[in-house]
């Protein structure tokens, strides 16, 4: 499988306006250049987000019914496995979620899958 790496041309003029306005390092004045966040508002929502600055998590297919299933589980104090993803975000999000269902009085566990024996499939 060959992966390529997307490199950004970089806007020299545009990351030193950016670093000059907020006072920020040149490494972060680059990432919101890149990400194309220059008003004041968007720097906010990328560096200190709040609560309404999130997605809404219904808008996820059949969340509700993941919710409801969840709800049943804490209601019964079933047992429940969380299977999840092996990469960064994964990870992070199965400790997120074991960690407020414990909060949430249930027995939680994870499975991550091998990498090499359970890896995603190049077919």
């Known amino acids: 499988m060959n992966k390529k790496w997307q490199i950004y041309e970089t806007d020299e003029e545009k990351i030193k306006q950016i670093q000059e306005k907020y006072n920020i ?3 972060l004045a680059t990432i919101l250049s890149n990400r194309n966040i220059i008003e004041e508002k968007d720097l906010r929502k990328f560096l200190k987000p709040n609560r309404n ?7 996820i297919k059949d ?3 993941a919710v409801e299933r969840i ?4 209601k019964n104090n079933e047992k429940v496995i969380i ?4 990469d960064v975000d994964g990870i992070t999000s199965i400790t997120v979620l074991k960690s407020f269902l414990k909060d949430q ?3 939680a566990d ?3 899958p091998n990498r090499l024996e359970e890896g995603y499939r190049t077919k």
């Open 25 to 27: 390092n040149k490494l």
């Open 53 to 59: 600055d999130f997605y809404d998590p219904f808008l």
């Open 63 to 65: 969340m509700d019914i």
């Open 71 to 74: 709800i049943k589980a804490i």
């Open 83 to 86: 299977y999840g993803d092996y």
């Open 105 to 107: 009085g249930l027995d």
């Open 110 to 112: 994870a499975y991550i």
